[in-house]
């Protein structure tokens, strides 16, 4: 496990942002709190020069722009992503922050509906509802989906994706202007689980079904997102105060339990997202990088951000965050109390002792034919 040492100052340098949600008045209130006022606008750092030059139309286009959106229709999240590149011209951060819970578990039944009757016969006649999954999995896959065609479209002038830009074709590794072959080229996509992802949770069962999907979905796009330019990481944040946790909280502070801010989840995407946009071994801020990042919130959003500055870690390469090793790629985020940890790493080399170690190399073995480029699924001629 590796504590990741945040450095804020990497967040101070503004954004453009597209966003969505499927509450119109929280949307638009969100929207007039981050647009800057005109006095502002003119010096904000966010005016740094973008990869290319913005048309006119970019260039006079809204800091933060809400569009009302459903992460259960596809329909709508494209929507959302086409009105981020009509915009800014291009998606370099794509964030799936869709979530929500219903505690009332479908697995739990009333033996008596007080008066006598056995309420549980009643109740498994009843088709119960499914819609943690429709946000919280399916909603996050049309992110990915969308989000991962348009980061893919973000290669240089040659049509290379800046995985194949290093010295030897290994991301993280300097390309032939001294960067790590991202920032304004390839991509970010962060995905949202929670605890729930890879711990039990009594009494929220399709819940936590959804949030081990997200990190199904994190495993099963990673390794192919990455020989396309584009890094794919999630965050799995523990208590975080916000209204979904109304029923324990007041339990949990009893324990006196580390808790999470939305402000301290929102840094661990941030962290997800900027990692890899740093050259290694200097200390000194890299060229600003124009970063539309899209989100789903209660739906969806693109932000496009300016992001400089770095700090080096424990193995001399530079991520801006002190911890986080490069290539920061295909890591899971827990955030507990407030802090931040990438567990991914430590649990992958730890597998021959929980897998077994012969079991562990048959399976590298069995791994390493799957992710193959040219191995497919498919059956060839169909049947």
Not at 74 to 87: E, G, M, R
Not at 249 to 268: C, F, H, I, M, T
Request: with cysteine; net charge negative; hydrophobic share 30%.
């Amino acid at each position: 496990m590796a504590h990741i040492q945040i450095n804020e100052a990497q967040f101070d340098y503004g954004a453009k942002i597209i966003f969505g949600d499927i509450n119109t008045t929280l949307g638009l209130a969100l929207e007039t709190e981050l647009s800057p006022s005109p006095s502002s606008s003119s010096s904000s750092p966010s005016s740094s020069p973008s990869p290319s030059p913005p048309s006119p139309e970019q260039a006079q286009a809204p800091t933060a722009k809400f569009i009302r959106t459903d992460v259960t229709s596809y329909t709508s999240q494209l929507h959302l992503f086409k009105t981020a590149i009509s915009l800014h011209g291009r998606v370099d951060i794509v964030v799936a922050n869709a979530g929500m819970s219903i505690p009332r578990d479908p697995f739990t039944f009333n033996d008596s509906d007080g008066e006598g009757e056995v309420e549980g016969d009643r109740e498994i006649e009843k088709e119960f509802p499914t819609t943690e999954i429709d946000v919280n999995l399916k909603g996050c896959l049309y992110t990915a989906r969308i989000g991962l065609f348009y980061l893919r479209k973000n290669k240089d002038k040659n049509g290379i994706p800046p995985r194949d830009q290093g010295q030897n074709g290994d991301f993280g590794q300097r390309g032939p202007r001294g960067d790590t072959g991202v920032g304004e080229r390839g991509g970010d996509l962060v995905l949202v689980s929670s605890i729930a992802g890879f711990k039990e949770s009594t009494n929220l069962a399709v819940y936590t079904a959804s949030k081990h999907g997200v990190l199904g979905l994190l495993r099963g796009v990673r390794i192919q997102a990455a020989r396309e330019g584009v890094r794919v990481n999630a965050v799995c944040p523990w208590m975080t105060k916000t209204a979904m946790v109304a029923g324990i909280e007041s339990g949990w502070r009893a324990l006196n339990l580390p808790e999470n801010e939305p402000s301290d989840v929102a840094k661990s995407i941030l962290v997800c997202a900027t990692a890899n946009r740093f050259p290694p071994s200097s200390l000194s801020p890299s060229p600003s990088t124009s970063t539309p990042i899209s989100t789903s919130s209660s739906a969806s959003s693109a932000i496009n951000t300016h992001i400089n500055g770095n700090a080096q870690n424990d193995n001399g390469l530079s991520t801006g965050h002190r911890g986080a090793t490069l290539p920061f790629e295909g890591k899971i985020v827990f955030v507990a109390g407030g802090e931040s940890y990438e567990i991914e790493e430590r649990m992958t080399g730890l597998e021959p002792e929980w897998l077994g170690r012969d079991n562990s190399e048959r399976l590298e073995r069995g791994q390493e034919f799957l992710m193959r480029e040219g191995t497919s699924w498919e059956i060839k001629g169909g049947r």
